[in-house]
């Protein structure tokens, strides 16, 4: 079974905080994503990585970066957390298929999702 | 105009209607399809992908018109299981999948 964990469940930071979001999948996939979800506006992506310190913008990048040093660890950073962060925040891996930036993926697997509330 | 747009519902049905849910999506190079389903604060997992010639699994059937732009979900025999919210989703090409905001699904005794 398809295995992606992320560090924490339920998280609570103030204003300012720098904050880090761990995940981990065990499936070898080359593709891992960071979601958040909000209630009437769906999951909308953050960032993507198809490789090893490869990273893409998705929909909504501003305030957060990534970091993708080992293929099984995709790490989502808010440099200064404000409340309009709260959110819950989820990450996917997946395999490619076929090669190269332009091709479709497969399946993606969730996380549980982190609850991130910024006081 | 959303990517992908769908119903929020809910749909009230009781066990054993047939319920049936369509999705629109704008983007025409979009190649592949899918319904995820999502539980009260779980994370979403697939239930099934939707091919150009209809899919079906069990009491679940996906359909596809790519003329009109639309993808549907019927569910037949519904069970209280089936009690979720029901995500669509647009393969838009360059490993990026958008979802709609889903249909809310009550299953009723």
């Known amino acids: 079974d398809v295995k992606v964990t992320q560090s924490s469940r339920y998280l609570v930071k103030r204003t300012g905080e720098k904050v880090f979001l761990e995940c981990v999948q065990d499936m070898d996939h080359e593709n891992m994503f960071w979601y958040r979800q909000d209630p009437g506006l769906g999951l909308r992506l953050i960032y993507f990585?198809?490789?090893?310190?490869?990273?893409e913008k998705g929909d909504i990048p501003e305030g957060y970066s990534v970091s993708r040093e080992k293929k099984e660890r995709f790490s989502l950073i808010l440099e200064s957390a404000s409340t309009n962060q709260t959110s819950m925040y989820l990450c996917a891996s997946s395999f490619v298929i076929g090669p190269g930036q332009g091709s479709s993926t497969d399946t993606q697997y969730f996380g549980p999702g982190t609850r991130l509330t910024v006081l | 105009r959303k990517e992908v747009e769908q119903d929020p519902g809910p749909f009230n049905v009781p066990e054993g209607a047939t319920v049936a849910f369509n999705c629109t999506y704008s983007n025409s190079a979009s190649q592949s399809f899918f319904w995820y389903r999502q539980d009260c604060r779980k994370e979403p997992k697939l239930l099934m992908s939707?091919?150009?010639s209809g899919n079906e699994d069990g009491r679940f059937t996906a359909q596809l018109n790519r003329a009109s732009q639309y993808i549907s979900l019927l569910i037949r025999d519904s069970k209280l299981s089936d009690s979720a919210t029901y995500l669509c989703v647009a393969d838009t090409g360059f490993q990026k999948l958008v979802f709609g905001t889903g249909t809310r699904l009550l299953v009723s005794p």
């Open positions: 939707v091919y150009s």
């Open positions: 990585s198809y490789d090893v310190k490869m990273k």
